[in-house]
T-cell receptor, first 116, second 115 residues
Framework: QQQVKQSPQSLIVQKGGISIINCAYE??????FPWYQQFPGKGPALLIA?????SEKKEGRFTISFNKSAKQFSLHIMDSQPGDSATYFC????FGSGGSNYKLTFGKGTLLTVNP | NAGVMQNPRHLVRRRGQEARLRCSPM?????VYWYRQLPEEGLKFMVY????????ESGMPKERFSAEFPKEGPSILRIQQVVRGDSAAYFC?????????????FGEGSRLTVL
């Protein structure tokens, strides 16, 4: 059973455009939602994360939007650059005290290609 | 390099052989996690270890897989009698505290191919 569904599987965007990746989760107990960025041959690296007490978090060109009632969250990359070309994974975990916040449930990933 | 170090980066085994994957956490990190990434899939949690202790192995297959993190030396993920379905990228992550606010620092992975 896939607990975090991610779409699209791949995405091609022109330089300067907006990249949008969506995720939906099933477990209402999840309370921590990170996005990881992975370049070919490398390990995933934390990009940005959000807790459900806020609906949006922005760090530079990267924004997470969170909709608790719909159990959905998304990553927006503004002014996309060729250097952003990578695979992006959304994830979810239990962050609260005593929770298993090391046990991330990942989506299947989105391969983003930003054309120059 | 102060990052999580994994070796070998690539490993080829024939069915029935054993695979040993090693992971040295970042300096100052005492919590180690192993994840597996099957082709076209996201990463899946396997096991969480601290020095000399397995804390959570709920994601480990019941047979053929084992993990350890000895007092001295790297953490080791051991797969006995490998089968083709074990072909995957195995990622190790570490953190200075349990879960560390959700940020895990991943290594570059060990890619196992079973012929």
């Amino acid at each position: 059973q896939q607990q975090v569904k991610q779409s699209p599987q791949s995405l091609i965007v022109q330089k300067g455009g907006i990249s949008i990746i969506n995720c939906a989760y099933e477990n209402t107990a999840f309370d921590y939602f990170p996005w990881y960025q992975q370049f070919p041959g490398k390990g995933p690296a934390l990009l940005i994360a959000i807790r459900p007490d806020v609906s949006e978090k922005k760090e530079g060109r990267f924004t997470i939007s969170f909709n608790k009632s719909a159990k959905q969250f998304s990553l927006h990359i503004m002014d996309s650059q060729p250097g952003d070309s990578a695979t992006y994974f959304c994830a979810a975990s239990l962050f609260g005290s005593g929770g298993s916040n090391y046990k991330l449930t990942f989506g299947k990933g989105t391969l983003l290609t930003v054309n120059p | 390099n102060a990052g999580v170090m994994q070796n070998p980066r690539h490993l080829v085994r024939r069915r029935g052989q054993e695979a040993r994957l090693r992971c040295s956490p970042m300096k100052g990190h005492s919590h180690v996690y192993w994840y597996r990434q099957l082709p076209e899939e996201g990463l899946k949690f396997m096991v969480y270890l601290q020095k000399e202790n397995i804390i959570d192995e709920s994601g480990m297959p019941k047979e053929r897989f084992s993990a350890e993190f000895p007092k001295e030396g790297p953490s080791i993920l051991r797969i006995q009698q490998v089968v083709r379905g074990d072909s995957a990228a195995y990622f190790c992550a570490s953190s200075p505290l349990r879960g560390y606010a959700g940020e895990l620092f991943f290594g570059e992975g060990s890619r196992l191919t079973v012929l």
